[in-house]
C-alpha cells in the first residue's frame, strides 16, 4: 500500500507556517525511537505514588454499603448502632444525603436499588477498620421488587419492566443498512448462520476504585486514580454546582483504567459529601469485591452472524445482530460500552450489510467501556464466523479475509482511509507465524492448532486538544500537558514529539502533567486509544509555536532578517543557519531571554473532512490442546497492527503484547458468574475471576510494525491502546478448532465448555 | 455509655527510628514539608535524589492511628529494609496496611487484600509471602524486605534498571510486589532459565500484562550480576 | 475483619485448652492463609461465628517439622510450610507424589505461608458458602443453593447432598494415598487416626468437613515408608496454571512389580465433599498388569457412582481422563 498524502490542513503551522511532513521514522531522532518511560525511577522504587496512596493529615477513611438484593426498595435502615461506634464521624444514606444531580440516577443514594453492589450507606471514620465495622452495624431491611437477570429473559413478554420503554433501550436496536441483505442472500451459493456468546469481562485494575477527597472552602480537592483530569473535574463542579475554577482533579499516575475511570462515579460524590459533612478529607476506595459492580464492565453478548457467500468466496450479504446486557439504565459512561455492530459494517468488502445492536437493561451492574468496548465483542463472534465461512467455501482463511478487503470505509460514504496497512499487517505477520504449517505436538494426548484474525478498531474524531510546550531558563523544555498517566506513555512519547519538532536531544525535553489546575486541557480522558491521536497532535502544534518563537529570537541574537527565519534550523539544541554561517544554542537563546520564559501554545488541526480513519490488525496464533481434560496453553501470537506511525516501538510493543494477553483472558478463562435467581456475582474475587497467570501467557508474543504513515494528523499516528485485544479471542478459538476439530462458540473457552463438546462431538449431539 | 474516641487516646510511645538515627523516606515524608507536597501529588517529576533520599531526622513521630475503646493493641517490632521500628497494633491489622500507614512505606500495595494477586508480595525471613493476608503481629521480630529495601540508596538494583530498560511494567501498581518477587528469585538462584522465571512469579498478576517484558527483564538483570 | 485477640500456644496440649477456654469463640491460626480470608469476607451463620479468639500456632516450637527415618518414614508437623514439604529432598525422592502435589498448590507465596495442617483443614470453596450474604445449608440455613444454581467448578459428583461442595486440598488426596495417620491434640487426650478417617461427608456432618472436635487441633500427620518398588503419582486440572483449585484431582500410589499393580491406592480429588478413596477402581486395578485398557476399566469404576449436578457432567470425563493417565504414569517402569 502506498501512504496516503498529507493534506496541508494537517500541517498547518504557527503563522502561516507549515509543519514538516516527517517521512519514515528511520529520518526522525526521537519519534520512532524506543524511550523508557518517564517516571520509571518512582515506579521502580515504589516512591510513585497514586490516588490510593495518599495520606493528609486528619484524613478519614470512608467505606460502603452495598446492596445485596438485585432489585428492591428500601423498608428500612437503621444506623443509629454505626453512628454510635467510637470513630466514626459521618454516615450518608438516602435519609440524610445532600440533594444531588448524579445523572441518570437521580441522586448518588436512593430508597430503592437496581442491581446487587448499588451503593446503600457510606460511613467515614477514624480509621479503615472502624468504618467497616460501622458497615457492619448498618442494619437493612429490603422489600423486594420484580427482577430480571438475564437478557434474553429481559426481551421476552412478561419480563418486568425496567424502564417505561421497556426492557430494550430506546424501545429498539440501533439499525445499520446498505444494499438489500435478503437479496444478496438470495443470490449466494451458500447461506450460513450461526450463534456465538461472550461473557462480562471485568477490568479488574490493580489499582482499586476510589479516591481522596478534600473539600474546604477552598473548593474540591480531589487526588483521583483516574484516566484523566479533566472529566471527572467538569462532572464534579457541574454536579455540585461549583465554578470550575474551585474543583481541582490530581492525578499523576493511576493503577489501571482499562476504561473503567473515565468519569465521576458515586464514590467521588460519596468521598466529596462526606468531607463537606465532616470538614476533613477523606478517602474512599473499594474492596475488591465491590470492584466488580462499582467499576463496571463490558456486556455479555449474545451475538447471530448470517452471511451469503459465493463459491469463489466473495462476500455477498452479511447480517450481525448483537445482544448486548446492561444495568438498569445506561448512563454517560455506560453508553460507550454498549453491544454496536461497528467493526462488522467496514472490514469486508460487502455491498448488501446490516447490523442489529440490542441493549437490554437488567437488574445487573452498569457498563463502562472495557478496552476495546463493542469492537472486542463483536470481533470475537464476527472472526470465527468468518473461518466457518471459510471452511464451508473450502478457502484458506487468510485467503478468503484478503479476498473480500475493502479499500474504502464503506459505511461512511466509501472514504478513502487515512491510511489501510491491513494488507501489510497480514502479509508481515503471517510470514513471521509460518502460517499454513500446524507442528507436531509435544505429547501423544495433546493437539497443536494455528488460527487468525482480523482487527478493527475504531479511529478517532475530531476533537479539540491544546498543550503547551516552556522552555525554561537554560534552554530545557517542557511540555504543559493535562493528562493523567495509564502507564501506557503518553507523557513519555509526548516529549519525543516535541523533541522531534523542537530539534533539541530527547533528554533536554520533559514533561509535567496529572493536575488539572496547573496543567489545563489537554483531552478529557485517556480512552479510546485516543491519547496519541488527539493530544500529540497538540504537543507538536505546541512544540512548533516553541520552535517559531525560539526562531525569531535567535534570528535577532544573529541579525538575521525576520523573512529569513525559514532558513534557521534546529538540531541537537543547536540553532543553524544553512550554510552553518551562524550558531547558537537554544540554552543561549534561553538564558538571553532571561525571565520572559518563551512558551508555545498549539491547537490541534481538525482530522481531514473526506477521510475514515480505522485501525487495523492481523493477529496469528497457535495453541496445543489437550482436549480431554480441556487445557489451552497459547503458545505462540504475532500480531501485527496498523496504527499509523509507532511514535516508541519499545512502548508500543508492551501495549500489543498486554492487549492480546488481555484478549486471551477474554477467549480463556475471565467470566463474570451470576447466580440468575439473585443477580449475585458468585465468582467476585481475583481467584475465581481468573486473569492469566505468569504460566498462562504465551513466551512468543510477537508485535510487527508495518511502518504506515496515516495521513489525519501532524504524527501520522491512530491511536493502540485497545486494538491488540480485538483479535485475540477468534484467533485463540480458530486455532482451538484447528487443532481439535472442536468449535466453541461461547466465549470463554474454559476446560468445562471444552470437555463438554468433546463429549457431545463423540456421543454425536454437537453440532458442527 | 461509649466514650468519645479522642478521649481514649493517650500519648502512645512514639515509634522510635533505630538508633542508626535515619528513617526511611516514608516516615519523614509524613511530616517534611517534601513529603506533605510529595503526599499532594505535586506535578513536578520526581527526581532521582528525591525520590529515594533517606533523611537523617532522628525521633520523629510516625503516624498513629487511634484505636477503638475496647480494643487490644500489642506490641511489635518489625525490621523492615534493614531499619527497626517499634509500634503497638491492634491483632486484626495485616503487615501491609502496617507497612504502608504507620511506616509510610507506601510501595507495597494492596490490591485484592486475599492473597489473590500478589501486589503486597514482600520477603519475610527470606521467603515472598502476601503481606495483606500476613497479620503485622506476626511478623514480629522477623526480616521483611519492601520494594523500597532493593535500591541502595540512589544504586538501583539490577532488576530495577532493568524494568525500566525492557520496560516490564505499565500501570506500574503490581511492579512492587513484582520486583520483590523477582530479588527474591535471583537471591537464590541468580541464573533462573524461563520456566523458573515464570514459576517464580506465578503468584503475582499483573493487569496490564506487561509478563513477557518482565520475564525478559529478569533475564538481562540475571546477566549482570 | 472483626477484632480479635490474639494469644500465643506454647505447646500443642495449651492449643488445645484454649480453645476449650473460650468455647466456640477460638479458632487456630495456622499460615492464615484460609482463615484470615473468612474473617475478612466475615463468613458466618448460624453455625459458625467470626472468632474472638484466635489461638498462635505459629508460636508452637517444633510443629512445623518435617523429619524422616528410614523404614519407618515421614513426620510432618501440621505447621510445616507447603513450600518446605515441595523443596524437601527426602519427599521429593522417596514420597514424590506428595511433592507433586504440594507444588500444585495455590502460588509461591501461599505455598510459604500454608501449612500441612491448614491445607487439611481449609474450607470449601463453593462460592455460596463463601457469600456473606447468602445463608446456605453449611452455615446453618435452610437451603443449599449450588443444588439449583451454579454448580459448575466446585461442587460434588460423588457423595454430594444435601451439601454438595468438594473438599479443596491437594495435599489430602496425596496423602491419603500414602495412607498416613494424622494425630489430634486435645487439651488432655490425643488420637491417632488414619487421615482418610479424618474426613466426612456432608451427610455425616453438614457443618464440617472433618472429625475435630471443637477443642483438637491437627499436631502430626505421619507417611509410612512405601514399599520397595512403590510410585506414586498425582495430576490436577484447573482452569489457570497457578492459584486454582482443582476441577478434579487424581492422587495414585502403587505398589509395582514387572509391570504389574501389586497394591495400590487411589484417591480422587475436587470431586467430593472429602477427599473420595476409589476402593472399587484399587480392585480393578490390584493384581493387573498396567496397560491402557486397564487403565480405562479403573478410571470407570472409579466415578461409577458418580452424580452429576446440573453444570458439572464434565468433571465425570475430566476426573476419568486424570486418573486413567495417574495410573498409566504410576505404572511406567
Redesign the interface.
Known sequence: MANVKIPDSVLVGPEGTKLKAWGSSKELSAVGKPRPKIGAQEKVTGSAIYAYDVQLPRMLYAAVLSS?RAHARIAALDTRKAEALPGVRAVLTYKNIEPVKWEQEGNILRDTVGYVGEPVAAVAAETE?IAY?AI?LIAVKYDPLPSVIEPLDAMKPGAPQLQKAGNVWQGKPVIYKRGDVEKGLKEADIVYEQTYTTSVQHHTTMELHGCVVQWDRDGLTVWDSAQGVNQVRDQLASRFNLPVNKVRVICKYVGGGFGSKNSAKHYHGLAALLSKRTGRPVKLFNTR?DEFPVSRHRPKTIQTLKAGVKKDGTLVALYHKAIGQCGPYLDGAALGARATGDGTKSLYLCPNLMTEAYSVHTNTPLLAPTRGPGDTENLFALEQFIDELAEKVGINPLEFRKKNYAEVDQPHDNHHYSSKGLDRCYDMAAKAFGWGQKAKASAP?KKRGIGMSSLIWHGNRTEKSQAGVIIQPDGTAEVVAGIASLGVGAETIFTQIAAEELGMKMESVGIRWGDSSSTPYTINTSSGSRTTAIAGPAVRAAAADARHKLLKAAARLLGIKPTEIATLSIKDGVISTGDQSKKISVAEVARKQGRELIIGTGHRPPNPEDMAIEIFGAQFVEVEVDE????VKVLRAVTAIDCGRWINPLLAESQIQGGFIQGMGMAL?EER?M?S?NG?Q??ANL??Y?M?????VPDTNLALDPEVIDASNNINAKGLGEPPLVGAGAAIANAIYNATDIRVRDYPI???RI??A??ERSSGTRQG | MRKNIDDTLKPHPAVKSSEEGSLSQGLAARFSRRGFLKGLGSSVIVTAAASTGLVSTPKVEAYVPPV?EG??T?ALRLKVNGLLYRLEV???RSLADVLRKELGLTGTKISC????C?AC?VIMNG????SC???A??ANGKEITTVEGLAQGNKLHPIQEAFIESDAYQCGFCTPGVLV?CKALLDRNPRPTRAEIK??L??NLCRCAAYNHIFAAVEAAAKKL | ??????IDARSPQEAASLLNKYKGKAQP?AG??DL??LM???IEGRQIQMPDV?V?L?SIPKLDSISYEKGKGLKLGAMALV?DVEANKTIRERFPILAQAAAEV?????R??GTVGGNLCQKP?C??YR?A??PCLKKGGSTC?AL???N??YHAILEGGPCYIVHPSDLAPALIALNSQVALVGPKQSRTIPLESFFVNTKQNLYQENVLKPDEIVQEVSVPEPKEGSRGFYLK????????FA?ASAAVQMEIAGGVCRDCRIVLGGVAPLPYRAKDAETALKGKKINEQVALKVAEEALKAAQPMS?????V??AK??LK?AVLQAGKV
Open positions: 445485596d477498620e465495622d457492619h469485591e494426548h480431554q481434560i480441556g487445557e478463562s458468574i447466580d435467581r449475585i458468585l465468582n481467584h475465581e481468573g492469566p497467570t505468569s504460566l498462562d474454559t476446560p468445562n470437555v463438554q468433546l463429549k | 477503638g480494643l487490644q500489642r491492634e491483632p486484626r487484600n486475599r492473597a489473590e500478589g508480595t521467603k515472598t509471602v502476601y493476608t500476613t497479620l503481629v506476626r518477587a514459576l517464580a506465578s503468584g | 475483619m472483626k477484632s480479635f485477640q490474639l491460626l492464615g492463609g484470615l480470608y475478612k469476607d466475615r484466635l498462635n505459629e513450600s495455590a502460588s509461591p507465596q501461599l510459604n505461608m470453596r462460592w455460596y457469600n450474604h447468602l443453593y439449583e444454581g451454579d459448575r467448578y486440572s484447573r482452569i489457570r496454571k497457578s492459584w486454582d476441577l453444570m458439572n457432567a464434565y468433571k470425563d475430566l481422563t486424570l493417565r
